[in-house]
């Protein structure tokens, strides 16, 4: 079996929206809404359209990854451009089969020669450790809707520049995610009249969804 990480293309986004639901759905919530983001997102001035890849298997897409612009905002109020990533996307038959750490460190190394300097995002600490994050609280970045002292277990963390926290100053900042990602929250309608280009899928409440 080949693998080929590359680019995403104008002429794969519905295939890569239709995986990115078929990767998410019924994981965090009943259905999902991330395939809505990544759609929503190409046209978002914080999207990295050089941080945009697919993995494919063979010729044929079977996972995804896209990069955005953020922000920590100081004590003082200042506001320090910052990184995150996410949707990461494998489709369900090639799952817990290593693919996503490749990809994703594939994707970090990218990231790192673009001079992307910090990432946060919200993930299981279990697997995103053997990437090289760790809990954003030790770095002393706080999660916008968590108490201030807290450690947030899923509030994840990782400099891709060694000391760039140092490097420009930054002790303590709290960290939220771009709005951008709340988009089908904001657009319920035009949510639903996107999603209801896809075939009908079963949208079923499991154990372990957020929502």
Do not use: A, F, S, T
């Given at each position: 079996m080949?693998?080929?990480?590359?680019?995403?293309?104008?002429?794969?986004?519905r295939e890569v929206e239709n995986l990115t639901r078929e990767a998410f759905?019924?994981?965090?919530?009943?259905?999902?809404?991330?395939?809505?983001?990544?759609?929503?997102?190409?046209n978002n001035p914080d999207f990295i359209p050089e941080l945009d890849y697919v993995m494919e298997l063979d010729g044929h897409i079977m996972g995804h990854v896209m990069f955005s612009r953020a922000e920590l905002v100081l004590d003082n109020g200042e506001h320090v451009p910052s990184w995150t990533f996410g949707p990461i996307s494998i489709h369900?038959?090639?799952?817990?089969?290593?693919?996503?750490?490749q990809l994703l460190n594939y994707t970090l190394e990218k990231a790192r020669a673009m001079g992307v300097g910090f990432l946060c995002m919200e993930g299981n600490i279990d697997f995103y450790r053997h990437a090289g994050f760790d809990l954003a609280s030790k770095y002393g970045i706080h999660y916008h809707d968590e108490p201030h002292e807290a450690e947030v277990p899923y509030f994840l963390a990782q400099e891709l520049i060694p000391n760039w926290l140092r490097d420009h100053g930054i002790a303590e900042a709290t960290y939220t995610p771009p709005k951008g990602y709340s988009v089908a929250d904001h657009h319920p309608e035009d949510f639903e009249a996107y999603e209801s280009t896809f075939p009908k899928k079963e949208k079923l409440r499991l154990p372990g969804q957020l929502v």
């Open positions: 080949e693998i080929n990480i590359r680019l995403e293309k104008p002429e794969d986004y759905w019924n994981v965090y919530r009943p259905g999902c809404l991330e395939h809505y983001v990544l759609n929503q997102y190409r369900p038959d090639y799952k817990r089969m290593g693919y996503r750490l």
